[in-house]
């Protein structure tokens, strides 16, 4: 089976930077993805790590760590649209040789003035 | 392009009649997944399709679940006959790998 594993809510200040931790469990590994979803709204993609390392997209950075099965999603200069929330979801190979996505419960993201 | 497309946006039904989803995915795509999400089970996937054939359908709850894609622009998940239980958020996504999704509007079915 698979598990993934994120904080459930963080609270940050407009301007500042916030740091959203993914930590997984999973046989036949492949990738991290990372989604936005707004309250109300459907999910949108982020980014991808199929290898360890920075991935930068604007304010928006994610990170992978296949020895550590961890990833992060680093946003910069919060936004009061980025209150919403996010969801990392690992990309692995199933029993059966199948690939699928699987998504974690997500992290709520607060951002205030 | 429009996007992903799904109709109907809400729906409400009673306990035990049919509801039929449907989904049009973004054009050239060949993958096409069922997600059901709730506050409580999170983002589930139920099914995918790849080239209008099902890879994966063990995400369904039961057989009260049926989809299908008969062609390339369209898909189908149906329930019969539907629960209170079934009450949550349907979104179909469609892409050209795993990884990459792009979610339409969903769907919003209340079963009382």
């Known amino acids: 089976g698979q598990s993934l594993e994120q904080p459930s809510e963080v609270t940050a200040v407009e301007g500042a930077i916030v740091q959203i931790n993914c930590t997984y469990q999973?046989?036949?590994?492949?990738?991290l993805s990372w989604y936005q979803q707004h309250d109300g709204g459907a999910p949108t993609f982020l980014s991808y790590?199929?290898?360890?390392g920075l991935e930068e997209t604007g304010r928006f950075s994610s990170f992978l760590s296949r020895s550590d099965s961890y990833g992060y999603l680093l946003l910069q200069e919060l936004q009061m649209k980025d209150s919403a929330s996010y969801f990392c979801?690992?990309?692995?190979?199933?029993?059966?040789?199948?690939?699928?996505?699987?998504f974690g419960s997500g992290t709520r993201l607060q951002v205030q003035p | 392009d429009a996007g992903v497309i799904q109709s109907p946006r809400h729906e409400v039904t009673e306990m035990g009649q049919e509801v039929t989803l449907r989904c049009k995915p973004i054009?050239?795509?060949?993958?096409l997944f069922w997600y059901r999400q709730t506050m409580m089970r999170g983002l589930e996937l139920l099914i995918y399709?790849?080239?209008?054939?099902?890879?994966?359908d063990s995400g369904m709850p039961e057989d009260r679940f049926s989809a299908k894609m008969p062609n390339a622009s369209f898909s189908t998940l149906k329930i019969q006959p539907s629960e209170p239980r079934d009450s949550a958020v349907y979104f179909c996504?469609?892409?050209?790998?795993?990884?990459?999704?792009?979610f339409g509007p969903g769907t919003r079915l209340t079963v009382t």
């Open positions: 996504a469609s892409s050209f790998s795993e990884y990459e999704q792009y």
């Open positions: 999973t046989s036949g590994f492949y990738g």
């Open positions: 790590n199929g290898l360890d």
């Open positions: 979801a690992v990309r692995e190979n199933l029993d059966t040789g199948r690939r699928a996505l699987t």
């Open positions: 054009s050239g795509h060949d993958y």
């Open positions: 399709f790849n080239n209008n054939v099902p890879i994966d």
